[in-house]
């Protein structure tokens, strides 16, 4: 008797929602014993309460509370602490189900179109696993394979999470949240497409064709489906192995990455979303002596495709800080989508924005936390800013917002591991060298149309 698929899906989506909902619900309980014998120490402890809850319930939950804990003044240190300890660490698929699924994907003589396949993953995720393979001509593949019905597990958490803002309500305190939902779940949502992440791929990898320094792998659309995604393996150390090295090759890592996450922006619209340490590594002989070597950008499930004028809002604000034009500055807001500014609005944005500016208002060579320490690096900025709003009035945080703020901190991370010293200012000029909003949306529709990505 053959089984029917939308059953399966409807019946894995309730257990899903089953489960989820009752760990959310344990959460809750322990928040309001931890109300009710409220100390010093009560948010620390209902943090700890929320990790431990959604990392036992793994997938895109969780990766979802990793989103969350990475976005500046949203949660309070404890919360962000606690969650971004979340590893993307599903337990791995046995070789058994392996084989289940590559056939699934490929058919039942997948093996044999493969000179090697290794069972066992090189990493496991929230979405998905990597397994190092070999093509029947040589070439070294990394295989990702997405984990089983997880359309239906992403759709079940997303159900669920306006329940852990309701959980944690008095934590968003005047932030609204409204709009962060929607643009994670969207976020979200793509990363489960394969075939657009090998899109995207190609988008980046059409950019940086003929650099030595930055290489992107290839996909292989004939090992590939919407839920398998076959490309190069590319060798390399993580950026923390440079952490030791040489100021020299330190800073050639921090101009070598700055490049490769601000170009894109500015000459297509396109971030890579997800820039945490294991999205990019670097080859052996990366040195900055002997400028030899090469950055490998991996990882394109979370690129995000900005609309040209939002770009021109964050070229706008950096003009408009470098000169202190108040008009400016508020139209570059408004660009970026913020409603309803007032002078006072503005007054506390402008505190988180010139702390992600800073480095590139500063025409000097200093480090990005320029003597702050990383543990303390925007934090001051952080609580001035959620005091202000509690006194002002809730803000809502434009969609496209999220995913650039959350980037740029993710990247300024990288610097901070690095200690690199530049003229971040200077680093940022040359990006913007025959910049305008006309010229950029012509180059990206050209470059999103070469790949079919929208």
Not at 151 to 173: I, K, N, P, Y
Not at 273 to 280: E, F, I, Q
């Given at each position: 008797m053959s089984r029917d698929p939308e059953r399966d899906r409807l019946t894995g989506r309730v257990a899903r929602f089953a489960k989820v909902?009752?760990?959310?619900?344990?959460?809750?309980?322990?928040?309001?014993?931890?109300?009710?014998?409220?100390?010093?120490?009560?948010?620390?402890?209902?943090?700890?309460?929320?990790?431990?809850?959604?990392?036992?319930?793994?997938?895109?939950?969780?990766?979802?509370?990793?989103?969350?804990?990475?976005?500046?003044?949203?949660l309070p240190p404890e919360f962000a602490a606690e969650l971004s300890e979340l590893?993307?660490?599903?337990?791995?698929?046995?070789?058994?189900?392996?084989?289940?699924?590559?056939?699934?994907?490929?058919?039942?003589?997948?093996?044999?179109?493969f000179a090697s396949f290794d069972l066992a993953p090189s990493a496991a995720a929230?979405?998905?696993?990597?397994?190092?393979?070999?093509?029947?001509?040589?070439?070294?593949?990394?295989?990702?394979?997405?984990?089983?019905?997880?359309?239906?597990?992403?759709?079940?958490?997303?159900?669920?999470?306006?329940?852990?803002?309701?959980?944690?309500?008095q934590v968003f305190g005047a932030i609204d949240t409204s709009e962060i939902v929607v643009e994670i779940s969207d976020r979200i949502r793509e990363e489960l497409d394969y075939g657009r992440e090998a899109k995207a791929m190609r988008l980046y990898g059409d950019f940086f064709e003929g650099r030595d320094d930055i290489a992107v792998p290839r996909p292989d659309p004939d090992l590939s489906t919407g839920r398998l995604l076959t490309m190069d393996w590319l060798h390399g150390r993580g950026l923390i192995a440079f952490k030791d090295a040489d100021l020299e090759t330190r800073n050639r890592v921090a101009r070598t990455l700055f490049e490769a996450w601000w170009t894109p922006l500015i000459k297509?619209?396109?971030?890579?979303?997800?820039?945490?340490?294991?999205?990019?590594?670097?080859?052996?002989?990366f040195g900055g002596q002997s400028g030899g070597g090469r950055l490998n950008l991996l990882d394109f499930g979370c690129i995000r495709v900005f609309p040209p004028s939002f770009v021109g809002g964050v070229v706008k604000l950096f003009h408009a800080m470098t000169t202190n034009d108040?008009?400016?500055?508020?139209?570059?807001y408004r660009a970026w989508g913020f409603k309803g500014l007032t002078d006072e609005l503005m007054d506390v944005l402008n505190i988180w924005a010139r702390?992600?500016?800073?480095?590139?208002?500063?025409?000097?060579?200093?480090?990005?936390?320029?003597?702050?320490?990383?543990?303390?690096?925007?934090r001051r900025e952080a609580f001035q800013v959620k005091r202000a709003l509690e006194e002002k009035g809730p803000v809502t945080i434009p969609r496209e917002f999220v995913f650039m703020d959350r980037a740029a901190?993710?990247?300024?991370?990288?610097?901070?591991?690095?200690?690199?010293?530049?003229?971040?200012?200077?680093?940022f000029e040359a990006s913007l060298e025959g910049f305008s909003e006309e010229a950029l949306a012509?180059?990206?529709?050209?470059?999103?149309?070469?790949?079919?990505?929208?």
């Amino acid at each position: 008797m053959s089984r029917d698929p939308e059953r399966d899906r409807l019946t894995g989506r309730v257990a899903r929602f089953a489960k989820v909902g009752a760990g959310l619900g344990g959460a809750a309980a322990t928040f309001g014993v931890n109300a009710l014998f409220a100390g010093g120490d009560a948010q620390a402890r209902n943090a700890k309460a929320l990790k431990e809850t959604l990392g036992q319930l793994k997938g895109p939950l969780m990766k979802v509370a990793q989103m969350f804990a990475t976005v500046p003044d949203l949660l309070p240190p404890e919360f962000a602490a606690e969650l971004s300890e979340l590893q993307t660490n599903a337990p791995a698929m046995t070789g058994a189900f392996v084989r289940r699924r590559m056939a699934a994907e490929l058919g039942a003589d997948w093996q044999g179109r493969f000179a090697s396949f290794d069972l066992a993953p090189s990493a496991a995720a929230s979405l998905g696993q990597v397994h190092k393979a070999t093509a029947l001509d040589g070439r070294l593949l990394a295989v990702k394979l997405q984990y089983p019905d997880m359309q239906s597990a992403v759709e079940s958490d997303l159900a669920q999470l306006r329940t852990v803002l309701s959980l944690g309500r008095q934590v968003f305190g005047a932030i609204d949240t409204s709009e962060i939902v929607v643009e994670i779940s969207d976020r979200i949502r793509e990363e489960l497409d394969y075939g657009r992440e090998a899109k995207a791929m190609r988008l980046y990898g059409d950019f940086f064709e003929g650099r030595d320094d930055i290489a992107v792998p290839r996909p292989d659309p004939d090992l590939s489906t919407g839920r398998l995604l076959t490309m190069d393996w590319l060798h390399g150390r993580g950026l923390i192995a440079f952490k030791d090295a040489d100021l020299e090759t330190r800073n050639r890592v921090a101009r070598t990455l700055f490049e490769a996450w601000w170009t894109p922006l500015i000459k297509l619209g396109v971030i890579h979303g997800d820039p945490h340490l294991g999205n990019y590594s670097f080859t052996d002989d990366f040195g900055g002596q002997s400028g030899g070597g090469r950055l490998n950008l991996l990882d394109f499930g979370c690129i995000r495709v900005f609309p040209p004028s939002f770009v021109g809002g964050v070229v706008k604000l950096f003009h408009a800080m470098t000169t202190n034009d108040r008009e400016a500055e508020a139209a570059a807001y408004r660009a970026w989508g913020f409603k309803g500014l007032t002078d006072e609005l503005m007054d506390v944005l402008n505190i988180w924005a010139r702390f992600i500016y800073g480095p590139l208002l500063d025409d000097r060579v200093r480090t990005v936390a320029d003597g702050v320490a990383p543990g303390e690096y925007g934090r001051r900025e952080a609580f001035q800013v959620k005091r202000a709003l509690e006194e002002k009035g809730p803000v809502t945080i434009p969609r496209e917002f999220v995913f650039m703020d959350r980037a740029a901190i993710g990247l300024g991370a990288a610097f901070l591991h690095l200690s690199a010293e530049q003229n971040w200012r200077k680093l940022f000029e040359a990006s913007l060298e025959g910049f305008s909003e006309e010229a950029l949306a012509a180059r990206q529709a050209q470059a999103l149309a070469a790949v079919g990505l929208d």
